[in-house]
């Protein structure tokens, strides 16, 4: 029987940025949680329950997977239009077996245990959320832009009080005493790639392993590996840690039940590889309130600092940092400088690239995350959250002068009517001499939104974007903390969709998606065909991300070209 084929090669042409936490492809190694915290009652074990929140921006079908365990059933979810779920993973977690459970435990030892989350066909946010009502956090995973080849680790490393910072005291052994379920700071290691080698310096003694001394694993595509810290104090977190690799990789942080006054709260998130840290951060104050845990009133003061910190930690020898205008000090690789936050906006500057580590929360409970950058091209155009519960809900927003006229969110709302809602001009006031605006303290609250919903954060003025970070949980409970904001600048792609390659192969009549990374617009053209017309361009929309291809036998050579929003014009193919 004759086989009748179908090439496709993609080609990109490209004016502008493009790069994004909103992505199709994401992996992740989840970290082990305490089933101890709380120790007791109606919300016990901890550590549940657990989900993968996703949202689509159009139809798609996504396979949840663990490519290293084939035992793993993986588990599909069809969007058939642009919408969210949230997918209920607590019946894979084992709170008395970490060998059965796909949290990566027991440390120390290569796992079976990475996830691996691929969208079909269009473009999906993806968190995962501890939702245990004392000790909760969300891991905002970033996609393309988690993955690297070197990565220096931050953690907090709060002193506020003697104690604060540290994991809790919830010490149940296992039976047999091989593993404990008390709750630890770890850094949770997925390889992309076969024969992966990677080389990690703890800055700290840790489990198994001495401070200072590098030592090399070798991982394949999928398998896992989890560093742990040798005690809960502060001055053993692993802060500084460096890890080098030959082939792509990412990490998790999480630091689990830290002490903030007299609460404990879960902190994590999925890291950024070194190449997309930057030299200019923003800090967005959350709703830290120390001196009175169950009240946001000292947030409305500014020069009033309340115990919220963020960690900088350098990426190369003599870095100069300047927060707000004034020094604060020099750091090296891995060295570390805490600064207590005291104003609505932080404008951080260094003369060589940083991370920012956050410490946020709501009264005295806490979230982590790792701040992007405002260099370069970074920020959003159009990002999709959810609201998950119906606790307080949080959002911080900062853009450029020109983009605070025009950011809006759109949503469904419980009675299924459509609705944009702009945020007002006024509700935004200066970042110091940055150029980002930010929202104030008193208008951070959108509680108004609905839960479950797809929410859509987007702005319509062009060559502008916005950072978005998210806090939703309650003072007396737990937070979840996490940023969705494109963290760097990138070039772009274009390619099919289901192999991720620019040239294609298929059979007469498979219709083949196509696509290209978010920019401000699209145009699409068919450049070559072998049967030598090029007007028909065989495809069903010339002027969206994602089009579908269906061309009859033969060879064809599609072009795209992506209008950017920060750089000149650029020709690339």
Request: glycine content about 8%.
């Amino acid at each position: 029987m004759k086989r009748l084929i179908t090439n496709i090669i993609v080609i990109l042409t490209l004016i502008g940025s493009v790069n994004s936490q909103t992505d199709t492809a994401f992996w992740f190694a989840i970290p082990r949680m305490t089933p101890n915290h709380p120790s007791s009652g109606t919300y016990h074990p901890g550590g549940k329950p657990v989900y993968l929140v996703i949202a689509a921006l159009g139809p798609t079908t996504v396979t949840i997977s663990m490519p290293a365990n084939p035992s793993f059933t993986p588990i599909t979810y069809t969007f058939t239009a642009a919408g969210s779920t949230r997918i209920n993973m607590s019946g894979y977690i084992n709170t008395t077996n970490p060998v059965a459970s796909i949290e990566n435990a027991p440390e120390n030892t290569v796992l079976n245990k990475g996830l691996y989350i691929r969208s079909d066909r269009n473009f999906i946010t993806v968190y995962y959320e501890v939702d245990n009502y004392y000790n909760r956090d969300i891991f905002a995973l970033k996609g393309a832009n988690a993955l690297g080849t070197e990565f220096i680790v931050p953690f907090q490393r709060d002193t506020w009080n003697a104690s604060d910072g540290n994991n809790g005291t919830y010490n149940t052994p296992y039976p047999d005493g091989t593993y404990t379920m008390s709750p630890y700071s770890t850094i949770d290691i997925v390889a992309t790639e076969n024969n992966t080698q990677v080389t990690i310096t703890p800055s700290v003694n840790v489990l198994g392993r001495p401070a200072g001394v590098p030592f090399t694993i070798t991982l394949q595509r999928g398998q896992t590996y989890s560093i742990r810290s040798i005690d809960k104090t502060t001055a053993n977190h692993m802060g500084g840690t460096k890890i080098v690799a030959n082939k792509k990789i990412a990490i998790t942080i999480k630091d689990d039940s830290v002490k903030k006054n007299n609460s404990y709260d879960l902190q994590g998130d999925q890291n950024i590889p070194k190449n997309i840290t930057g030299k200019n951060y923003i800090v967005m104050r959350g709703r830290i309130s120390r001196s009175d845990c169950n009240s946001n009133s000292a947030l409305i003061t500014e020069g009033n600092p309340t115990g919220e910190q963020v960690y900088i930690y350098g990426t190369t020898a003599n870095t100069n940092v300047t927060i707000n205008g004034t020094p604060a000090g020099v750091i090296g690789e891995g060295q570390r400088l805490n600064w207590n936050i005291a104003n609505n906006a932080t404008y951080i500057s260094a003369d060589k690239p940083v991370y920012v580590f956050h410490t946020s929360g709501i009264g005295c409970e806490t979230g982590g995350a790792v701040l992007p950058t405002i260099d370069g091209c970074t920020g959003s155009k159009l990002v999709p959250i959810v609201r998950s519960t119906n606790e307080p809900f949080y959002l911080n927003i900062m853009t450029t002068t020109k983009g605070k006229k025009y950011i809006f969110l759109s949503y469904t709302d419980n009675a299924n009517n459509p609705v944009t809602y702009a945020v007002p001009e006024t509700d935004f006031e200066p970042a110091g001499t940055s150029g980002w605006w930010v929202l104030k303290s008193n208008k951070k609250d959108f509680s108004f939104l609905p839960i479950g919903k797809i929410i859509t954060v987007f702005t319509t003025s062009q060559g502008d974007r916005f950072h978005l970070g998210v806090m939703n949980g309650g003072n007396s409970t737990g937070c979840k903390y996490g940023y969705f904001s494109d963290y760097a600048s990138s070039r772009g792609s274009a390619s099919v969709l289901t192999t991720g390659s620019e040239v294609y192969e298929a059979c007469y009549g498979e219709p083949i998606q196509i696509v290209a990374s978010g920019g401000l617009s699209y145009a699409w053209w068919l450049s070559f065909s072998s049967l030598g017309d090029t007007t028909i361009k065989y495809l069903s929309d010339t002027t969206v991300a994602n089009p579908i291809a269906t061309p009859p036998t033969g060879v064809y050579i599609y072009k795209v070209k992506i209008t950017r929003a920060c750089y000149p014009d650029t020709i690339m193919q």
